[in-house]
């Protein structure tokens, strides 16, 4: 009756009563699903600002474009980075279940912030026209600056929570053991990033609409409404939900690993010593408190003994260890291991990500100088993501449905396309979508010239739908590798440190945001030093030389890929099933 009653509980799982949970009555599609309606609502909630807020920054509290930018994307890369934070969380101390609910009110209180600040003259610096250069236009500063800093950031650190747990909660409600379970997982990742972008296109669309044509109060306040009610759809699906056990701190596991090992290979100790531990299995004595942990990690992650690779961190394990709390196992080596060896895959995406930072930055700059007329219609400049948007709404479910499975029949393997070969995709499309930029902007800026409106605020007479091109590839390439990394930080990572090994994925795109920032900065201050003004600096955006940042992005793009196929054809899967 017992051995029955183990046959039907998912070991190393809980429900949201904190009761073993079950196989048949737990889990699977249905559950993920109220994971893909959520995240269509918090990423409406999330981009409907991201995607506008460098005009709302420049137009109503007075940034100039460059400043306004580079707060954009420090904003993003903040709230990205604190993915970090909240897959640490999930896998150290909660489920992903409470860090989601936990973030979901975060950034509802942030908005709230921001919207209040919107809604009121008094709260925001006093309107001015930039075209009348006698009377300059004042800067947000002090309380004003302080409350418009403290939403976003409020914002930042609830979206940072949701996206280190929101597709990792998905993702585990499917059984890894089974093939079904596996391709289930996957097309969940391929739907997560079409939710992803169907949030994407009402907030680009809709919402943005309402900031420019109804007032930014509007627009705070319809992302305030969509966070808010992710939280009771979320809640919907709590008797579904299958919640992993939090297994201990994975850094308290990576630093014990690695400060084992640089002291015992300071210390003399017999090579034998180390040897004989290596060839025992991983259930070592360990505290008491962490037997069931041990015994969990057990029964998911294979016994293995130690690998050669990264040898140097196979001296953790002896016998008699310096100190007690640095009794490591042969599991715990390894999966330390694996950890590393993600790390190359992860700092070769940021250049891509610092690609896509433009998307939210210059690019809706350049639009908004363009004539941005469809038809009588006249669409937001910050509403052009809706062109890559859109294509990946209608590229996602075609791959998951005609490409990977004949991917399977040609390959005779199970994945089709491997995870690291739809990344390698994305960047190469980031590589073309930055030579379409630069090309585009010359021609933009030579409309500019030949109409003598350089100087002007007038629409430029060439369409926006000439800048759609780069959103379109750069759309392309986000789809490629974000579901691809995702799915691949999930799948290689060890169990216990599964949920901050998937944040990397967000952490990447905070470390492209930043280091476009950081780009920004270094050529401004690199070409300043000549007798030109500096590449991108000047009364407005038609002065910039951002056709020459646009080449410059184009070449570390490629000199990034050509970095990346180094790691990429080295890398070993940790399970077949991977090909």
């Known amino acids: 009756m017992d051995k029955e009653r183990q046959l039907t509980r998912w070991e190393g799982y809980v429900d949201w009563r904190n009761k073993p949970a079950l196989r ?62 909240g897959g640490f969380l999930s896998d150290a101390f909660f489920t992903t279940y409470h860090i989601y609910l936990t973030s979901a009110v975060i950034e509802f209180l942030g908005l709230i912030v921001l919207t209040v600040q919107a809604r009121s003259p008094s709260l925001k610096p006093p309107a001015c026209d930039r075209a009348n250069l006698n009377i300059p236009c004042q800067e947000v500063y002090g309380a004003k600056a302080a409350m418009l800093f403290i939403g976003l950031y409020l914002v930042a650190l609830g979206v940072g929570g949701i996206k280190g747990s929101l597709p990792v909660h998905g993702a585990e409600q499917f059984d890894e053991s089974t093939p079904l379970g596996r391709k289930q997982r996957s097309t969940f990742f391929n739907y997560f990033v079409f939710c992803l972008s169907c949030g994407g296109l009402i907030a680009v669309t809709f919402v943005v609409w309402i900031e420019d044509n109804k007032g930014w109060q509007w627009g705070f306040g319809f992302a305030t409404i969509s966070i808010f009610l992710s939280i009771p759809i979320f809640l919907a699906g709590s008797a579904t939900y299958r919640n992993k056990i939090p297994s201990g701190s994975p850094l308290t596991t990576i630093f014990k690993v690695l400060v084992a090992a640089t002291l015992n290979c300071c210390t003399s100790r017999s090579q034998s010593n180390a040897v004989a531990s290596m060839a025992t299995s991983p259930s070592s004595p360990t505290p008491k408190g962490k037997e069931a942990e041990e015994e969990n990690s057990k029964t998911r992650e294979p016994t293995q003994t130690a690998t050669e690779s990264l040898k140097f961190l196979n001296k953790a394990v002896v016998d008699k260890p310096v100190h007690n709390t640095l009794d490591c196992t042969v599991q715990q080596v390894e999966d330390v291991k694996i950890v590393l060896k993600l790390l190359p895959i992860f700092a070769c995406t940021i250049i891509l990500n610092c690609c896509l930072a433009q998307l939210s930055t210059f690019s809706v700059e350049q639009a908004a100088t363009m004539n941005t007329k469809l038809g009588s219609l006249k669409v937001p400049p910050a509403s052009l993501p809706i062109f890559p948007v859109t294509f990946i709404m209608i590229l996602a479910p075609l791959y998951d449905h005609f490409i990977i499975p004949f991917a399977r029949k040609a390959t005779k393997s199970e994945m089709g396309i491997t995870h690291l070969q739809r990344i390698g995709i994305g960047l190469v499309l980031s590589i073309i979508a930055m030579a379409i930029a630069a090309l585009v902007e010359v021609k933009r800026k030579s409309v500019a010239t030949n109409s003598g409106l350089l100087d002007s605020e007038q629409p430029l007479p060439i369409t926006f739908f000439w800048i759609a091109l780069q959103y379109l590839f750069l759309g392309s390439a986000d789809l490629f590798t974000l579901a691809g990394l995702l799915e691949f930080f999930f799948t290689e990572a060890p169990t216990s440190m599964r949920s901050l090994a998937t944040s990397l994925s967000w952490a990447s795109l905070a470390m492209g945001y930043y280091l476009s920032s950081v780009i920004v900065s270094i050529v401004n201050n690199v ?14 955006i038609n002065h910039f030389h951002l056709e020459r940042f646009y080449w410059l992005m184009c070449v570390l793009s490629a000199l990034n890929f050509l970095h990346y196929l180094l790691w990429a054809t080295r890398y070993k899967y940790r399970s077949t099933r991977a090909h």
């Open 24 to 85: 048949g009555r737990h889990g699977g599609m249905l559950a993920a699903s109220f994971v893909l309606v959520v995240e269509i609502l918090e990423n409406l909630a999330f981009l409907a600002n991201a995607s506008n807020l460098v005009l709302y920054l420049s137009q109503y509290m007075h940034f100039s474009p460059s400043k306004a930018a580079n707060n954009v994307t420090n904003f993003m890369g903040t709230a990205f980075l604190l993915a970090l934070l």
């Open 527 to 540: 070409t300043s030093y000549s007798k030109h003004k500096p590449w991108l600096s000047g009364s407005n």
